[in-house]
């Protein structure tokens, strides 16, 4: 079985990684994808070029066997839609094959806004992760009927079935981090060292010199 965490990653942090890690073991995936998002479809661009993004979650998952980094949203032009990726990546895997997609509580009560929502459900199951302060709908009308409890209940299909899992509760948002680095503070211990050094190197996600004299005065 085979999950598919997808995001921006703007940067990837604890946030994700240890709610991905909790995910991992407790269904026994065979590997965890990581799929950084080209460009978002429901947001704002990202703060930190694509390049720079997949290198922060490559680093990040790099010494983790079974945690891979999945490329395909970087080289696709137009917006990254989650049911294209998932599309592509059942016609490599073939029909059989149980697959999960990650999301936290907030990207999960958004979903039926997204591109060809119901469609997912033919192509992947849903893993939903609690989130701090993020208390989305849990029961979504729709999501009744594909509730299961228990993870093996996810092995007996490709898809369609849907997963509350609780994991441990990381308030910590990529947004936050950026607004430190902003801020002329650290993001230490809210994501790996790699990623604080690979941040530091190339000076990612502060203020223009303009922006920080303003605020200073
Ligand atoms: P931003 O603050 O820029 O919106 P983010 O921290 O929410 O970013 P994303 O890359 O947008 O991170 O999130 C990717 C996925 O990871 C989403 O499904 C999101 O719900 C989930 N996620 C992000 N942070 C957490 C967290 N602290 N706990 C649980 N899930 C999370």
Redesign the pocket.
């Known amino acids: 079985m085979i999950g598919v ?6 940067p ?2 604890f ?2 990684l240890r ?1 991905a890690l909790e995910i991992y073991e407790h269904l026994a995936l065979d590997e965890l994808r990581f799929i950084p ?1 080209g460009l978002p479809p429901h ?1 704002h661009r ?1 703060q930190a070029p694509m390049a720079h993004r997949l290198a922060m979650v490559e680093q990040a998952v790099a010494h983790h066997p079974g945690f891979t980094v999945d490329r395909r949203e970087l080289t696709r032009s137009g917006p990254s839609y989650s049911v294209d990726t998932l599309e592509s990546l059942r016609q490599e895997l073939g029909a059989h094959v149980p697959l999960c997609l ?7 009560a958004g979903l039926s806004s997204w591109h060809r929502w119901q469609d997912l459900f033919d192509l992947a199951h849903i893993v939903v ?4 302060g ?1 208390t989305g709908p849990r029961h979504l009308p729709w999501g009744r009927s594909r509730q299961v409890e228990n993870p093996a209940d996810l092995r007996t299909a490709p898809a369609g079935r849907i997963l509350y899992m609780p ?1 441990t ?10 607004g430190l680095v902003a801020q002329g503070h650290s993001p230490r211990f809210l994501l790996p060292e790699p990623v604080l050094a690979y941040i530091q190197q190339h000076q990612l996600y502060l203020l223009p010199h303009s922006q920080r004299d303003a605020c200073r005065q």
């Not at 990650?102 to 999960?108: K, N, S, T, V």
């Not at 509760?169 to 950026?178: E, F, K, P, V």
């Open positions: 965490l997808g995001g921006t990653f703007d990837i942090h946030g994700h709610p998002c947001r990202p990650l999301l936290g509580m907030d990207a999960y992760a609690h989130r701090p993020r994991v509760q990381l308030d910590i948002s990529a947004t936050a981090i950026r």
